[in-house]
């Protein structure tokens, strides 16, 4: 076959193709035409199905809002009512506080006014035990000194009262506070200890003996003297000389005691410390007679076994007679008139001063 004829038959079949490149564009016109439709509807559905999941949300929110609101009010309305049971409570109370306020006031009020009169009532009360505690000491202990504090401390007491009608009083108690500082105040710890010391140095005192210088006087008197004798005539001077040697006459003013065995030393030491204990323990009660008579039996004892000429025997009685110097039991004043008359003050209330007083102070 020639080439000739083989070209009408190419050109015949390019004539039969044409048609088919133009369906084909058409196809894929329309199919991106429907593709983008489509997409287009997808996103209009998005669009759509977006708007209303909004839609929904903000109906949901809203419903909830509606709900959140309901239910603010709700409690809003509850704590309303709440607060107003509060503020009823509240005010019912600060009534009641109000109220308590006013009968404090009125009671401190009261008080403040009775304040002066409750003052001195006390202080007339603590004046009236401390002169009843210094009649107490006085009386049962013998203590002069607590006795006058307490007086001090009552006078102390209806000073700060000030009431003129108390003046009366005051002077009982000034007397009696002046009789007692008259009296002669005793160290009696001062003289136990004393007593103490010297019942312990008891032991230490030199028994009586012979005076060793007389014994040496008498035997430079018996001794015979040396013999001057230079002739005859003055031997019968020299003989009588030594028969006056042999006779020793000696004055005694008192009779000779015999020297003590050595358990009656004992005895002699612990009786004259038992009697100087008891005069401590008779100091400490009191009771001078026997602090006086075994103070005195001490010292008769000591002046009549004992060597008077040591200074162990002689700073023994000195500071006996020292002791018996002192007056443990002075005579004691009444100091219970105060006590009566403040005791009537409280009891029947102010009372007249005597005329006696009255002329007194106007002279």
Do not use: C
Request: proline share 5%.
């Amino acid at each position: 076959m020639t080439d000739a004829e083989k070209k009408p038959a190419k050109t015949k079949e390019t004539h039969d193709k044409k048609p088919e490149k133009k369906t084909v564009h058409k196809k894929a016109a329309n199919s991106t035409t429907a593709g983008f439709s489509i997409l287009i509807f997808f996103i209009a559905i998005a669009i759509f199905g977006t708007l209303y999941l909004l839609w929904e949300n903000q109906q949901k929110t809203a419903i909830k809002g509606q709900i959140t609101t309901q239910r603010i009010d709700q409690e809003i309305a509850t704590l309303q009512e709440q607060q107003l049971a509060l503020t009823a409570e509240n005010e019912e109370q600060i009534k009641n506080i109000h109220s308590f306020q006013e009968n404090l006031r009125h009671n401190l009020t009261n008080l403040i006014r009775n304040k002066q009169h409750l003052r001195n009532d006390w202080l007339m009360a603590e004046a009236e035990y401390l002169i009843q505690l210094a009649n107490h000491r006085l009386l049962l202990e013998k203590d002069i000194t607590t006795a006058a504090v307490a007086l001090k401390a009552a006078d102390t007491r209806l000073a700060e009262v000030a009431d003129p009608a108390l003046l009366h009083i005051r002077k009982i108690l000034a007397n009696d506070l002046q009789t007692l500082n008259s009296i002669p105040t005793v160290d009696l710890a001062g003289l136990s200890v004393t007593l103490s010391a010297l019942s312990n140095n008891i032991p230490n005192l030199p028994l009586r003996t012979p005076d060793p210088k007389t014994h040496k006087l008498n035997q430079a008197e018996i001794t015979p003297a040396s013999s001057d004798v230079k002739g005859i005539k003055d031997l019968p001077a020299a003989i009588w000389k030594d028969i006056k040697s042999l006779i020793v006459i000696r004055n005694h003013e008192k009779p000779l005691q015999p020297l003590l065995a050595p358990n009656q030393h004992f005895f002699l030491i612990q009786n004259l410390a038992l009697l100087l204990e008891q005069s401590r323990l008779a100091l400490l009660h009191g009771h001078n007679e026997i602090y006086q008579e075994r103070l005195a039996t001490a010292e008769k004892w000591i002046n009549q076994y004992f060597d008077t000429e040591h200074n162990v025997t002689r700073n023994m009685l000195a500071s006996i007679n020292e002791l018996q110097k002192f007056d443990i039991d002075p005579a004691l004043p009444d100091i219970s008139s105060t006590f009566s008359a403040i005791k009537k003050y409280r009891t029947q209330g102010p009372l007249p001063e005597p005329a006696a007083a009255k002329v007194d102070e106007k002279s």
